[in-house]
C-alpha cells in the first residue's frame, strides 16, 4: 500500500480542521438564530393573539360591530387567520374550516388553558395558537404562516454551509502554504541525500542563517557528507595502495606458475591437483587485485577515461570476439537488425570490459551466455546478454550488483570462484555511460542482463 506524502496528509488535516471548526461554530450559529427567531415569533404570535381576543371580547359585550367583520378586521390587520368558536358555531372572515385546528389545540382552550403547537399544511409550517375566552363563553384560535421565517432559517443556513466550505477551503490553501515553507527544507535535504546516495558526493545544502533550526539541519548533514567522504577516499587510497604493493608479489607469482606449467607433466598426481588449486587460486587474486585497483581509481575520480561516439553494432561484435579470444570462451552470436543506426558515446576500454564481464559471468554460473542483442527502443540502445543458467533468485537479485556479494549460484560452484566485483564493476561503468543496467528473465527461463544506453548522433563529438 503506497503511503501518501506528509504534506498532503498536513494538508489535509488543516482542511479537516477547519472544516470541522467551521461546522461546529456553523451549527451553534444556526441553532442559536433559530432559537431566537422560532421563539421570538412564537412569543410575538401569542401577544398578538392575546390582544385579537381581548379586541374581539370587548366588541361581542359592546355588541358592536358583527363578529365576522370583528374578525375580518382582525385578520386585516395582522395577516392571519382567525376562528372564533362560541356556543358550537364558528366563526371566520371566510368560510370557516374548524379541522384546521389541532384537536389537542381544541381541548386545551375548552378547558380554558392558552396553547400553541405548529404543524405542516401542504409543506407549509404554521403556528396555531388557542386562547380562551371566558367572558364570552367562546374560545379564539389564529394561525400564522411561518413561511416567511422558514425562508428566512434556510437561507441562513444555507449561507452558513457555504461559509464552511469556504473557510475550508482556506484551511486547505494555508495548509498547503505552510506545510509547503515548512517541508521545503526538508526536500531540499530528500534531494542532497539522493544525489549523495546516486554517487554525487560534491552535493551540499546552502547554509540559511536566518532559520537557525534548517542551518543546523544543513550544518549536520554537509558535515555527514564530508567525514563521507573523507572515509571513501580513505578506503579507496587504502585499497588502491594495498592493491599496487600486492602487484608485485603477485606478478612474481604468476611468473612462477607460468614456468611450474611447462612441468606439470612430471608431477605425481596429487602434486598436479594442488599445483591446479594453486594456479586457480593465483589467477583469482590477480582478478580480484585488478578489480581492486580499477575501483579504487573509479572511487578517487583518479580513471581515466576517453569517451567516444560509436558505432554499437560494430562495438558489441567486437568486444565478443575479444572476450571470446582473450578468456577462452564459447562462441557467442551477436543479434542485431542494423537497419537502424544505433550510436553510443562510451570509453571503448570500459565498455569492452562491461561486455567482458558479463559474458565471463555467464560462463562461470549459468553454462555460458547463448546470445548477445543490440536494439534500438527510442531514444535508447538496449544491449542484452542472456544465457539459459537456472536464474537468479529474488533475494540474490536485490544484491547481484553489490561489491563483494556472492549469491548460491557462486557459492555452490567450487570450481568457479569469482570475486564478487564483476558485476559491481559493470554497474559502476555503466552509470558512468549515463546509463542503466538491470537483470531481467529470457523467455526460456534463463537471465537477461539488460544494458541501457542514451542513444547519439554519429557525428556527436567526444567528450
Known amino acids: 500500500m503506497r503511503r501518501r506524502s506528509l504534506r498532503l496528509r498536513l494538508t489535509v488535516a488543516f482542511g479537516l480542521g ?3 471548526l467551521s461546522l461546529i461554530f456553523g451549527t451553534l450559529a444556526y441553532v442559536g438564530v433559530r432559537h431566537i427567531a422560532v421563539t421570538e415569533r412564537q412569543n410575538h404570535d401569542l401577544r398578538q393573539a392575546y390582544v385579537n381576543a381581548a379586541l374581539i371580547r370587548g366588541a361581542v359585550i359592546a355588541g358592536t360591530p358583527t363578529i365576522p367583520a370583528l374578525i375580518a378586521s382582525v385578520d386585516t390587520a395582522t395577516s392571519s387567520v382567525s376562528l372564533l368558536h362560541r356556543y358550537d358555531v364558528w366563526y371566520a372572515k371566510s368560510v370557516p374550516n374548524p379541522l384546521l385546528i389541532p384537536i389537542g389545540v381544541r381541548r386545551l382552550a375548552n378547558a380554558g388553558v392558552v396553547s400553541r403547537q405548529v404543524v405542516v399544511e401542504d409543506g407549509v409550517p404554521e403556528i396555531v395558537i388557542g386562547v380562551p375566552i371566558p367572558a364570552i363563553h367562546a374560545q379564539y384560535y389564529v394561525s400564522d404562516n411561518l413561511s416567511d421565517l422558514d425562508r428566512t432559517l434556510r437561507l441562513s443556513f444555507l449561507i452558513l454551509l457555504l461559509g464552511a466550505l469556504f473557510t ?6 494555508a495548509g498547503r502554504w505552510i506545510t509547503k515553507r515548512a517541508m521545503a ?3 531540499v535535504a530528500s534531494r542532497a541525500a539522493t544525489e549523495v546516495a546516486g554517487g554525487a558526493l560534491d552535493t551540499r545544502i546552502p547554509e540559511d542563517p536566518r532559520n537557525t533550526e534548517v542551518a543546523a539541519l544543513a550544518s549536520s548533514f554537509n558535515a555527514m557528507v564530508e567525514r563521507l567522504v573523507e572515509r571513501l577516499n580513505r578506503d579507496a587510497r587504502f585499497a588502491g595502495d594495498v592493491s599496487h604493493e600486492l602487484r608485485s608479489p603477485l606478478t612474481t607469482l604468476a611468473t612462477s606458475v607460468e614456468v611450474m606449467r611447462h612441468h606439470r607433466d612430471t608431477f605425481d598426481p596429487d602434486s598436479k591437483a594442488a599445483f591446479d588449486l594453486l594456479a586457480a587460486d593465483v589467477h583469482t587474486f590477480q582478478v580480484l587485485v585488478e578489480d581492486l585497483l580499477e575501483i579504487a581509481r573509479y572511487d578517487a575520480g583518479a580513471a581515466s577515461t576517453h569517451l567516444e561516439t560509436l558505432d554499437a553494432h560494430e562495438l558489441v561484435r567486437q568486444c565478443v570476439r575479444s572476450a571470446v579470444r582473450r578468456h577462452q570462451l564459447n562462441d557467442v552470436p551477436v543479434h542485431d537488425d ?6 553510443v558515446t562510451v570509453d571503448r576500454r570500459r565498455f569492452e570490459r562491461v561486455v567482458t ?3 565471463d559471468n555467464a560462463s562461470r554460473y549459468a553454462g555460458g551466455a547463448t ?4 536494439q534500438v527502443e527510442g531514444d535508447e540502445v538496449v544491449i542484452n546478454v542472456d544465457d539459459e543458467g537456472p536464474g537468479v533468485s529474488s533475494e540474490d537479485r536485490a544484491h547481484i550488483f ?3 556479494y556472492r549469491g548460491e549460484a557462486a557459492n555452490a560452484r567450487g570450481s568457479s570462484r569469482g570475486t564478487g566485483l564483476g558485476l559491481a564493476l559493470v554497474a559502476d561503468h555503466v552509470t558512468h555511460f549515463q546509463g542503466t543496467i538491470q537483470l531481467l528473465d529470457t523467455p526460456t527461463g534463463g537471465s537477461r542482463f539488460q544494458v541501457r544506453l542514451p542513444r547519439r548522433e554519429p557525428d556527436e563529438e567526444s567528450v
Open 185 to 187: 527544507p526538508l526536500e
Open 371 to 374: 546470445a548477445v542483442s543490440v
Open 18 to 20: 477547519a472544516a470541522v
Open 168 to 173: 475550508t477551503g482556506l484551511g486547505v490553501l
Open 357 to 359: 564481464n558479463l559474458l
Open 338 to 343: 542494423g537497419a537502424e543506426e544505433a550510436y
Open 402 to 404: 553489490n561489491r563483494f
